[in-house]
């Protein structure tokens, strides 16, 4: 049987390598935001995973306060890109340059 | 008790994890996307109170789960208000269909994409796997930090530990996240918001009722959360966040809880009031005591508790107003939330 405290942190590392997937594949700007909490949500479950270690009655304040900290500044961070993706989405700047020429060069025609 | 094992509803844990941060990166729609997000969220919240952080719980229940999804829910409903509006003349329509309806993306690109995805996805599980391999499973330290931490709690001021690192012993921190929050509304209100949007007019009439009732159990609720915040679980950031979702509620009844009552000049004190009081607070014990923000053991209780009051004041009205900008809603004559767009010129 695993541990309680490495299992999780197996889990916030695959939470993480996904939302980094997603991040640098995603091209919506809303789908990066997405991607961007969902590794958050891993690094935090990493750390609370870490504090596991001590056993369940006692766990690490530490990264318990810092994962609180984390997670105001995750939701401030979501808020200005959110921001900031709805400034340059008037624009079209949603699809980036990466965007295949079939898909962006209707305006031309 | 030592470190328990894992059991099945670990197991079940994690599955509906990964499902749901896969669900929350793969759905084509954007919406769907959301919704599994939340739900991430959700299920993350029952981990954390799995590994014994029940304040962890609740911030991620109330602020990870629910702002953070209230918010791209908003950005995605004005993107789509947008389109919507931009559709009308044959020039953007051309341009829109290009890349399909409101809020989702294109269909993903040919082979190159995939491989690109598949090579990436690669090396990320080698690196992690590394990473896993090298950190855990590190022993835990004999006591450490946690002894450190609880035989200092008595001069600390509060008895919750989690509260006492937080506002105490590494009050650093804290003090510039709220630092943080406030650098983000400054953000918002620069970035500005751009369309102007017309609100349904035709507010809901049971969620208005319910509003009326949820309101004041919610302004309780979350004084209660600051003050049981100094023994047990709980504090500013999850106060905050239910006074927020009040926030949140009442602008879907069609109310801005902001419009009424509440100079701008005054709002814009309330917003950085936390910050302030905290950063005067360090700045005098600094002064005292010789050392930022070292708390006096006798007066540690008090000043966290104001701290934490105006603390919870501030985070809630800015991520309301976090929650405005995001949602593109000018309101009016609040200098504080994003600029309406007849104003702004664009």
């Known amino acids: 049987m695993i541990d309680i405290s490495t299992g999780y942190a197996a889990m916030g590392l695959l939470l993480f390598a996904m939302g980094l997937l997603g991040l640098v594949l995603g091209r919506h700007p809303v789908r990066k935001i997405l991607a961007l909490n969902v590794m958050g949500t891993g690094t935090f479950l990493f750390l609370v995973a870490g504090a596991a270690r001590y056993g369940l009655a006692n766990p690490d304040p530490i990264p318990h306060a810092m994962v609180l900290t984390g997670i105001v500044v995750a939701v401030s961070a979501t808020a200005l890109g959110l921001a900031l993706a709805g400034r340059i989405h008037p624009s079209r700047a949603d699809t980036d340059a990466s965007t295949p020429p079939e898909e962006s060069g209707h305006g031309l025609d | ?101 409101p809020g989702n993306e ?44 609880i035989r200092n709690l008595p001069a600390s001021g509060v008895s919750n530990p989690v509260t006492a690192v937080l506002l105490n012993f590494r009050a ?44 004041p159990v919610l302004i309780l609720f979350s004084a209660y959360m600051v003050w049981v915040g100094a023994k047990d679980p709980g504090g500013a950031f999850q106060a905050a966040a239910l006074l927020a979702a009040g926030g949140i509620i009442g602008w879907m009844t069609g109310t801005n809880p ?13 917003v950085s009031a936390g910050f302030a009081v905290f950063l005067s607070l360090g700045v005098l014990f600094w002064i005292q005591s010789g050392m930022f923000l070292a708390f006096a053991p006798v007066t540690a209780g008090w000043s966290i508790l104001a701290i934490e009051v105006l603390a919870t004041i501030s985070i809630a009205l800015s991520l309301f107003v976090l929650f405005l900008g995001s949602s593109g809603y000018p309101p009016s004559a609040r200098g504080i939330g994003p600029v309406p767009a007849d104003r702004e010129g664009g």
Do not use: C
């Not at chain 2, 690109?109 to 598949?118: A, E, F, L, S």
């Open chain 2, 172 to 215: 650093y921190d804290t003090l510039l996240e709220i630092g943080v929050v406030l650098l983000a509304v400054l953000g918002m209100r620069a970035v500005g918001s751009h369309p102007q949007f017309d609100r349904s007019s035709h507010p809901e009439v049971v969620l208005a009722g319910f509003y009326r009732l949820v309101l």
């Open chain 2, 1 to 101: 008790m030592d470190a328990a094992g894992t059991g099945i509803i670990d197991l079940l844990l994690g599955i509906l994890m990964v499902l749901l941060a896969g669900a929350s990166l793969l759905l084509q729609q954007l919406f769907r996307s959301v919704m599994a997000f939340i739900g991430l969220g959700l299920v993350v919240a029952v981990a954390w109170a799995r590994l014994g952080a029940v304040d962890i719980a609740l911030a991620e229940a109330m602020i990870g789960s629910g702002i953070t999804g209230a918010l791209l829910l908003a950005s995605l409903s004005r993107m789509a208000r947008y389109e919507g509006k931009k559709s009308v003349d044959p020039d953007a329509r051309a341009a829109g269909a290009a890349s399909n309806r």
């Open chain 2, 106 to 149: 294109g269909r993903a690109g040919p082979k190159g994409i995939r491989w690109r995805g598949v090579t990436a996805a690669a090396v990320l599980v080698a690196a992690m796997a590394l990473v896993f391999e090298n950190v855990f499973p590190l022993p835990a330290p004999d006591g450490g930090i946690p002894d450190l931490v």
């Open chain 2, 258 to 270: 902001l419009a009424r009552g509440l100079p701008d000049t005054g709002l814009r004190m309330m």
